[in-house]
Nanobody, 114 residues
Framework: QVQLVESGGGLVQSGGSLKLSCAASGSIFSIAVMGWYRRALGKQRELVALITRDGGTHYVANLKGRFTISRDNAKNTVYLQMNSLKPEDTAVYYC????????WGQGTQVTVSS
């Protein structure tokens, strides 16, 4: 069973950048769509971005242009480059398949200070 480990979060000032990584313990090549999700304190988990096996991408409307999702099937890793971060991006970020069929990892905390 594939397990997911997210990393790369941290504390950054508004306008800064972070690159998140999601390492899978097994092959993700067979997973057609992978995604990044986030959950802010007191809110439900929400979709951030999706990427297909072949590299097609989809972003939540208000994040397009600031966030870039990518995947390296050979390394079983999915990435999320986040630029121009805002305080409202503060959340725990998770990766999973779409729909989320893998057990959730621990996530990685992103905190954006104003």
């Amino acid at each position: 069973q594939v397990q997911l480990v997210e990393s790369g979060g941290g504390l950054v000032q508004s306008g800064g950048s972070l690159k998140l990584s999601c390492a899978a313990s097994g092959s993700i090549f067979s997973i057609a769509v992978m995604g990044w999700y986030r959950r802010a304190l007191g809110k439900q988990r929400e979709l951030v971005a999706l990427i297909t096996r072949d590299g097609g991408t989809h972003y939540v409307a208000n994040l397009k242009g600031r966030f870039t999702i990518s995947r390296d099937n050979a390394k079983n890793t999915v990435y999320l480059q986040m630029n121009s971060l805002k305080p409202e991006d503060t959340a725990v970020y998770y990766c999973n398949a779409d729909p989320p069929a893998i057990g959730w990892g621990q996530g990685t905390q992103v905190t954006v200070s104003s």
